[in-house]
């Protein structure tokens, strides 16, 4: 009786399908385990609060690398029932350089514009620096800003009895790369001139240097295609001068 069970336990112990049995018992367990914990770990992670979108920087002088305080930085968030960025908030950049923005809630927005007076800046900086920002994390840049370092003298000579009046426009590729309106165009203090024969008109704009500067000039509204054109490059510290004479 007793060598029976003996035999029969050697028979259990290393019986093939019961070995089998045991391992799939262990498979099964573990998987359901697996499949606990990724549902516990996920069930945590939604119930969590999500972390911040954050744009940080600091805003400095193109040439001498200084910290800029006071640069006007504007905020555009992205509204559904638009479908379109439209203008949430503006921040200053601190007394050395630095400024910060962020979100939780709704981390789709994006920096508009930064605006000093003196300054432009160019649009494609920013673009580079943020436009394809990582949310839920911080997103840190130096973003330089040109001077408006040097001037454009700008004459008009009335020479001839002919037409009167003329129009201006001149064209500044760092302005073309602003946001905003200006498409390049420099902020003329006359645009239109109505001048006599012998009268002579001169205007003095701020512009910033290293860059080609287009001047167009016609007896018609200005159309880029076909007007009169004439070109000059600004340097730094410096007063170009350019004069048409009609």
């Given at each position: 009786m007793v060598l029976s069970k003996l035999k029969m336990c050697t028979l259990s112990k290393y019986n093939p399908y019961f070995n089998i049995k045991i391992a799939s018992d262990m498979k099964a367990r573990f998987f359901i385990i697996c499949f606990l914990a990724i549902v516990i770990s996920q069930t945590f992670s939604d119930c969590k609060e999500p972390s911040p979108t954050i744009v940080k920087g600091k805003v400095v002088d193109y040439y001498t690398q200084e910290p800029l305080e006071g640069v006007e930085i504007t905020i555009y968030k992205w509204h559904k029932d638009y479908l379109s960025y439209r203008y949430y908030t503006t921040i200053y950049s601190d007394s050395n350089g630095y400024f910060e923005f962020g979100d939780a809630e709704n981390p789709?927005?994006?920096?508009?514009?930064?605006?000093?007076?003196?300054?432009v800046y160019k649009d494609n900086i920013i673009y580079d620096s943020f436009d394809n920002y990582q949310?839920?994390?911080?997103?840190?840049?130096?973003?330089?800003l040109f001077p408006n370092d040097c001037w454009l003298n700008l004459q008009v000579d009335?020479?001839?009895?002919g037409k009167s009046k003329i129009y201006l426009s001149v064209y500044s590729p760092i302005l073309k790369s602003e946001i905003g309106i200006s498409l390049g165009k420099v902020a003329l203090m006359e645009d239109e001139l109505e001048l006599t024969e012998g009268q002579t008109y001169a205007q003095f704009l701020p512009v910033?240097?290293?860059?080609m500067l287009t001047i167009?000039?016609?007896f018609k509204p200005i159309n880029l295609a076909d007007a009169f054109r004439d070109s000059v490059f600004v340097t730094r510290g410096d007063t170009s001068a350019v004069t048409i004479s009609y």
């Amino acid at each position: 009786m007793v060598l029976s069970k003996l035999k029969m336990c050697t028979l259990s112990k290393y019986n093939p399908y019961f070995n089998i049995k045991i391992a799939s018992d262990m498979k099964a367990r573990f998987f359901i385990i697996c499949f606990l914990a990724i549902v516990i770990s996920q069930t945590f992670s939604d119930c969590k609060e999500p972390s911040p979108t954050i744009v940080k920087g600091k805003v400095v002088d193109y040439y001498t690398q200084e910290p800029l305080e006071g640069v006007e930085i504007t905020i555009y968030k992205w509204h559904k029932d638009y479908l379109s960025y439209r203008y949430y908030t503006t921040i200053y950049s601190d007394s050395n350089g630095y400024f910060e923005f962020g979100d939780a809630e709704n981390p789709d927005f994006r920096i508009g514009d930064m605006r000093k007076l003196g300054y432009v800046y160019k649009d494609n900086i920013i673009y580079d620096s943020f436009d394809n920002y990582q949310k839920g994390a911080v997103n840190e840049a130096v973003i330089p800003l040109f001077p408006n370092d040097c001037w454009l003298n700008l004459q008009v000579d009335k020479v001839s009895s002919g037409k009167s009046k003329i129009y201006l426009s001149v064209y500044s590729p760092i302005l073309k790369s602003e946001i905003g309106i200006s498409l390049g165009k420099v902020a003329l203090m006359e645009d239109e001139l109505e001048l006599t024969e012998g009268q002579t008109y001169a205007q003095f704009l701020p512009v910033a240097s290293n860059e080609m500067l287009t001047i167009y000039w016609d007896f018609k509204p200005i159309n880029l295609a076909d007007a009169f054109r004439d070109s000059v490059f600004v340097t730094r510290g410096d007063t170009s001068a350019v004069t048409i004479s009609y």
